[in-house]
Every structure is written in structure tokens, then in C-alpha cells.
């Protein structure tokens, strides 16, 4: 696959800066970072941070704003295609070369697929698959050896279900969804009443409903609601071994990273990032827009939009405000025991000169 | 399925408390929560905070506990079965409602069995089920596609094993154990020797002893022993993501909550409960019913039950009290700083007033 | 399989001390820790802490330095297999007792081999394995039911992968890896660009690539390359449920525990130890021989070697002197509040006596 400069500016929405000194491009056949790239490819610069890159790299072309445009015209060689926001237009030429290679389709006879399962024609079911009864499977969607679909559930058009992963009984993916391996959707939720020596189990009998365009990552796990259904709201992005619990809302577009839990319940805003590591209690709400840094622990709902971030959740600039003060008041004391302990030295001193 | 008043109070020993409003009930047929439950359906009050909703619920019946249904008497249309504890009751008419449905049954030609390996005539095995030799699994148990049962391991009656957990060589399920999909039972411990270039592996050859009624949830992981058993005591719940190290012992009707983490040979008591993503450190003890806090990491033995938290783990009350401390002194300093501003501000206004 | 002391001494470099009263040892046919082992078997003291179980083992003899060999002369009945390193020395023998027994050998009929992969006829594929176009299995390696090999892949010799673990398209595991049950290699990075509403996904285009000697823990996911490759360098040690963001560089005989998480693109150096529950922020650096101890959080390049811990991530030292610091700061507190409730005490009593 290749594009033409002016393919690429009209598909993309690209204008085209070329310097005097531009090499002669020929068509574009992929895309690769500024210290790799090579004259028939494009590479992107999306932080300021590598302005240098961009300087020296050898790509035929280099996605960016134009404020960077500016600044690198007359000192590199290559062609500056300029666009509001190069990492998006990074992504989206990438999604022009990379189109994912499954490398098996059709349904294969070493699928088992219950008599009443519903597969549209145009999926691909890979060997070992599982599909239970009643079961839906939309159109263009792929799915990998070892994927289990259970009864009733549905899988929109155009899924990406990676091997082992899994959606038990009476869940839901809208469209476009990707599945990494091992991914669980609708495991139980983690309920039991303990009477002393009993921990007897409350059927765990809602499901999950998951929007269009949700990516669950690798070994990740979004348990099915108790009553009702865990739901995912479209656009959202779970990375790999979180945890979604029980009855657990999340709304549209939001960012969960790696190895976050959110414990059930919450209800998650839109356009929520949590990063990596963050623990959210149960029961809680989380308004639209929060930002909770790495290995946070939330006990509270946070109602205001912001950057929260510690143990428990501050504000960020309080948090950071306040291990300042600790610290100068640590970094104080220090200081009061060193000079107590020269004044001490020099007392002593002092004496024995006496003497 | 159904049941009549009578036959519900009599299975589950609640005593009914018909306000004189109260409507007519038929046959329940169905659990719900209050604020979504219909004439037909039996809904509970566990907790306090929502006596609102009992007060507005359309639930026919309403299980909650004596103090609760004094309160509720005469406010609301539902009738009211009290009982003990309202939460385990729930629990309880939960499974009577909702028995597991697997949409399969019998053992298919599709799974494979080693030749020594013992099933139970009665046990189910979905498609892509592998049994290795001298594995034996007990009547009535339920083994979904992909598990994988190693050899000479033993899972008991009435278990169910959920798609793609696998179970390794020498491992032992007791009765009425479930395992949630991506469940792995018996993956090998971590255990190297370093000799500086390189980390010399110690086999792990101990095997997993899980008693009875024990839950483990998706994509959890409890390691096999070095040389002897890891250990989960009956009645104990874990979580999903949670890691198990090898040796680590737990005792009876704990609860391990999602993502946390027991390093290698550490001992946990009986009903000890881990909120989520703690973290306990290797070779330590915890005492009896201690509660640990979400977060907390635990690195010295944990003799007293009690309730603790934070990194360094602490008592709850001890860390609550350090933590006010702290900002005390924070505002303080803050404060300070702020006088400090404010007066050299008005001296320098008088001073520019002199002038 | 037996060792005649003889054959022990000379295979594992150990030189025996024979306590006059020593009991008269046979062929050895195992190894077990000091407090179970018995006449037949080799144990090991490893640990000072356990001295006094090297003198009350039933062991036959027992693998110790020279220093600990010299302690326990006359007071033990074990002969003692003196070494330089016995930890190391116990891994090795242990080794040579527990090979691993798979249950299984050969290319099972049910596996499913796309026919441009190319499967070493020493290789053992069991039931349910399905391995890609163009994917190549190395001589004795061993592939469990549930694994999955993706295209243009490749699997070293001598490898053994555990049910249901997955290696997706484009990876590269060097020889000797193990991946535990679960495991998963290869999958989606998270990269995406955030409009607002909506976040493009950014094909994950690289893949991951694996030395020899790695092993990786029950469902731990390391990610593939956004468009270059994820790297682990060889012997390095990847324990249960960790993740490994897209891009990460982790150098040789590094040890990587439970539940620790590494983002993206960040590099790690060699023998670097993160222990359990860490996270380390993407675009770092960690210089070799680092230490960061469990739960951890780094969000700033570690550059020089040594011990670090808390959130955010200090040298050991520093963490422990700040917190006596501060307790310090707490304790006073809470004295004078002590003092001024008394003083008010006296102060009241003293006007009660006047009056």
C-alpha cells in the first residue's frame, strides 16, 4: 500500500510546507518514529520535546502543527505536512497502512457453535472457538482460537476478539470493540453475605453492556453486574489487568489504565482518565473530566473536575504543596540536629583548649 | 419459578409484616433491587441509608431486619419479611431464583481425556475441555470450554470452572469450589537463585490444596507450592486479578478483594479480610480476623485483628490521627507563611504612606 | 532417579563435612525443606534464621556454606554438603530431581497447525494448540492445550508454554522461555489520540521480543511495540499479573514481582530488581542494579543504583529517615496536647481546692 503527497494532504487534510532544500518524495508506504524513518515514509512530531528528531530524521515526510512548522522550515529535509493535530493524524495514516492480518477466515469446522446461534456470514471464527445458544455474532467480526461467547450474548459488527478471551452469558458488545487475549467480560462479581463461617454467594445474575468502540486490554476483567449490568460507555479505553467490579457505570471516552481497579458501583463520568495503578472504592461518583494520577487511592466521590492524585486523593497542587512543607519540615529538623550537634562538638572543643 | 408468602417464609424463616395498605401478593417470582423491583418480585433492605427507597419501592415484598420494618411500618405498600439478617436471607433467595445455567451438558466428544483420567458420569464437559492423566473430576461439576484440569488433579463435586481457567498437575479443588474464567490454579511460583548473570530456576513441585466452597475470580492466580501445597482454607473468596505467591497459607472464610497481592509463604488466619490491591509481604503472619484497608501495603506480621492500613501499614485510628496531625501542622505552616506576606505587605504599604 | 553422595558431590561441586556421629546415608532420592526432609533426602540452609533446623532435620544431608557447616559441626546428625553458594547449589539439585513431566508427547491430531508454520517434529503440540502462518516451534519445545502461536512467530527450543497463554503475531521468545497459563505476549499496546469525543486508536505495530531464558508468570501481559518492539533481555524473571507497557526496554537478569506494572517506553537496565506491586511511569529510565522495593511509586528516572520506595519513589535511607522525622513531629504533638489537657486538669482542680 502506498499514497501519493497529495493522496495523503487530501485524505488526512494536510497542507504541504516544503522547504528548498526538500528531497524529491516519491509515494509514502508507511510510517515509522523520526530516528527510524526512511525517505519513503512518514513520521510524526507530536511534542516539542523531539524538535531535534525532526531535524535530523531521514523520513521523507513529517506530520506537524503549525507552530512546529514554522520553527523546523529551513532546517530539515523533509517535507512538513501540516494539520491541526499531528498525533490523531498520526493515528489515523497508521490505521491506513496497518489494517490488522488475521491470517484465517471463514468459520472454521473446529468451531463449535450451538444450533442456535446466530453468525453472520462475513465473521471469521478461528478453530476452538465457542459460541453458546442464542448467541449473536455481527458482521465482519473475528474471532480468535479459544474465544468462549456465551449464551445469549451479542458481539457487534466488526469485533476484534483476541484468542482466550471471553464473554460470558448475557453480555453485550457494540461495535467495533477489540477484545485483547485473555480479556474477561462478565466473570462474577464479588458478592457474598457472611454469616461468621459462611460466605454464602449472591448470585451474580446482571451483565455487561459494553458501547461501540470500547478496547478491553489484555487479562482485564469487567465483572457482570449482581442484579443489573456493568456498563462501559462507548469510546472508553480499558488497558490491560484492570478491573472493572460489579454495577460498576463508566460513561463515554474515558481512559483506564493498566492495572487499575474500580470497585462496584461507581459511577464513572465521561472523559475520565485514571491512570496506572489507581484503586476507586466502591459505591462512589466520579465526575466527567476528572484526572487521577498513577497509583491513587480514591475513598471519596470526586464531584469537581481536576487532577487528583496520593492516599488518600488531594488535588494535585495541594498534594504537592503539602510534601513540600513535610518536606522542608523534615529537611528543618535535620538541620536543627546537625547545628546541635556542631555546637555540642565545639563546646567540647572549646573545653579541652580550656584544659 | 415461583413461591407463595408462606412457602418463602417458611424456606428462609422470615415473618411477615403486612402493613394494613399493603397490596395484594401473588407468587413471587423474582429477586430485584428496591428501586427497580415490581409487584411480583421480592426486593431487601441491608442497609440503613436506603430506607427511602423501601418507603417508595413497587417490590411486593421487602426482606429487611425488625428495627428496620418498625420503622418502615405503616410508610410503605410493600409487605415486610423480617428476618435476621436481611443481606444473607437476600443471599439465599437469590440462589433459591437463580440457579446457574450452563446451556450444555453431558461430556463432549469435542473434549479430551486422557485415558486414565476419572469422570464422573454426571459431570460436564464443554468442547475444548483437556483432562490430563490421573486427573479426576467429582459428579455434577462443570468444566467450560477451555479449561484445562493437569494431571492427577482432583476437582471435587458440584464445582464449576468457568472458560479458560486452568487448573495445573497437582492441584485439588474441594466441593462446590468455582472458578471464574482465566482463573490459573498451580502456575509456578516464583523462585530463582541469582548467581549475578544468571537467575537459576527452583523447580516448583509443590502442588494447590483449596478447600471446600472456595471462589476464585477471573483472571486471579495462585501459585504452586516450592516443595509443599499453597493453601486456601473452605468458605475463602478471592477476587479478581488477585496473586497468590507459592506457600502462602489462608485460613477459613476469608476475603481476598480484587488485585490485591500475598507474597511467598505468608500465613493468613481466619476470616481475615484484604480490601483491593493490597499488598502483603513474604514469610509474615496475620492474626485472625484482622481487616486490612484498601492499598495498604503490609510489610511486618499482623498480630492483633484490628483494622489497619496505609504504607506502612498501621492501626486505622493510628493512621487517621498521624494523618490530622499532619495537616494541622501543613496549615499551619501555611498560615505562617501567609501572615509573614501579609505583614511584610502592610509595611510596606505604610512605608510607600510615608513617603 | 537417585545420587550416590559421590556423584553429588562431583555434579554440584560440594565438598562433605561427616560429623563423627552422622547417621550412614544411602543414595539420595530427593530434596525437602529441613523441617520435613527425611533420611533419603538432601535439604538446605540457606538462611541463618533456620540454623536450628539444620540441627533437628531428619535429613540426610544438608547443602550449607562453610561458615554455617562450621556452626553446625557436632550438633547435627545430617552430614553437610558444603558449597559455595547453597541456594544456587539447592536450585541446581533440585533441578536434577523435579524434570518436568508433561503428560503428554507428540503432535496431537487435535492441535491446529496453519501448513506454512513449522513445527519441529521434537516439538510437542497438545490438543487444541493453534499456531499461525509462517510461525516456527523450536526443537523440544512444548506447547499446552489453549496456546496460541500467532503468525510469523517464534518459539525458541526448549520452551515450555502453559495452557491458554498467547503469543500473538510478529513475537520472538528466545530459547529456554516459560510462559505460565495465561500468560500473554503481544498484545495491544494502549496508544491512542484523543479528539475529545473520540479516541483513534493507534495500531500497535511492533512486536515483542524475548531472550532466552525469560520466563513470565500466570496471566502477566507483556504488550507489543506500538512500531518498534517491547524487549526483555534474557534471564530476566516476570512474575504473576505484571504488565509491561508498549515499547519497554528491560535489560538482562532483571526480576520483575507480582502486580508490577511498567507504561510505556520506558527502559530499564540489567539486573534490576522491582519487587511486588510497583509501578514505574512511562518515558523513564532505571539505571542498572536498581532495587525498588513493593508498592512503589516511580515517576522519575531512577539513574543511579541503590534502594528505593514510597510514593513518589525515595533512596530507602531517605524514605525511613523522613518518616521517623515525622513521626517524631506526630509524637510531639500529641505530648504537648497530652500536657496542656493536663495543665487545664491541674489548673481546674487546684481552683476546685481553693474554693
Not at 471519596?300 to 497542587?317: C, I, K, M, T
Request: overall charge neutral; charged content about 20%; proline content about 5%.
Amino acid at each position: 500500500m502506498a499514497l501519493s503527497l497529495s493522496e495523503l494532504c487530501e485524505r488526512f487534510g494536510c497542507v504541504v510546507f516544503a522547504p528548498q532544500q526538500s528531497m524529491v518524495v516519491g509515494p509514502l508506504t508507511g510510517i515509522a518514529p523520526l530516528s527510524s524513518a526512511t525517505q519513503e515514509q512518514i513520521s510524526f512530531l507530536a511534542n516539542e520535546r523531539y524538535l531535534d528528531d525532526a531535524i535530523t530524521t531521514q523520513a521523507g515526510a513529517v506530520l506537524c502543527n503549525a507552530s512546529c512548522a514554522e520553527r523546523l522550515f529551513g532546517h530539515t529535509r523533509s517535507l512538513l505536512l501540516v494539520c491541526r493535530d499531528p498525533y490523531v493524524t498520526f493515528a489515523r495514516v497508521s490505521q491506513f497502512f496497518f489494517k490488522p492480518q488475521h491470517g484465517f477466515s471463514g468459520v472454521s469446522p473446529h468451531a463449535f457453535i450451538d444450533s442456535s446461534a446466530r453468525i453472520d456470514p462475513s465473521a471469521t471464527l478461528f478453530p476452538f472457538v465457542y459460541v453458546g445458544p442464542g448467541a449473536v455474532v455481527g458482521p465482519r467480526s473475528v474471532l480468535y482460537p479459544g474465544v468462549f461467547v456465551g449464551g445469549a450474548s451479542e458481539v457487534g459488527a466488526d469485533c476484534i476478539i483476541y484468542p482466550n478471551a471471553v464473554v460470558r452469558e448475557g453480555c453485550r458488545l457494540g461495535e467495533r470493540c477489540i477484545l485483547n487475549p485473555g480479556a474477561v467480560i462478565g466473570g462474577d462479581g464479588f458478592g457474598f453475605a457472611p454469616t461468621g463461617d459462611e460466605n454464602v454467594k449472591i448470585p451474580q445474575v446482571g451483565g455487561v453492556d459494553i458501547g461501540a468502540d470500547v478496547e478491553v486490554g489484555s487479562n482485564a476483567s469487567v465483572d457482570r453486574g449482581a442484579l443489573l449490568n456493568t456498563v462501559i460507555g462507548e469510546q472508553s479505553k480499558i488497558d490491560s489487568l484492570v478491573q472493572i467490579g460489579h454495577n460498576v457505570k463508566i460513561g463515554r471516552a474515558c481512559f483506564i489504565a493498566g492495572q487499575t481497579g474500580v470497585a462496584g458501583s461507581t459511577e464513572i463520568g465521561h472523559r475520565v482518565t485514571l491512570a496506572g495503578q489507581v484503586g476507586v472504592a466502591g459505591h462512589l461518583k466520579i465526575a466527567d473530566k476528572v484526572t487521577v494520577l498513577a497509583q491513587t487511592g480514591v475513598s471519596q466521590s470526586l464531584n469537581e473536575p481536576g487532577v487528583y492524585v496520593g492516599f488518600p486523593a488531594r488535588l494535585n497542587r495541594e498534594f504537592l504543596r503539602r510534601e513540600a512543607i513535610l518536606d522542608r519540615v523534615v529537611s528543618e529538623r535535620l538541620e536543627e540536629r546537625k547545628n546541635r550537634l556542631s555546637t555540642k562538638k565545639s563546646k567540647a572543643e572549646r573545653q579541652s583548649d580550656e584544659l
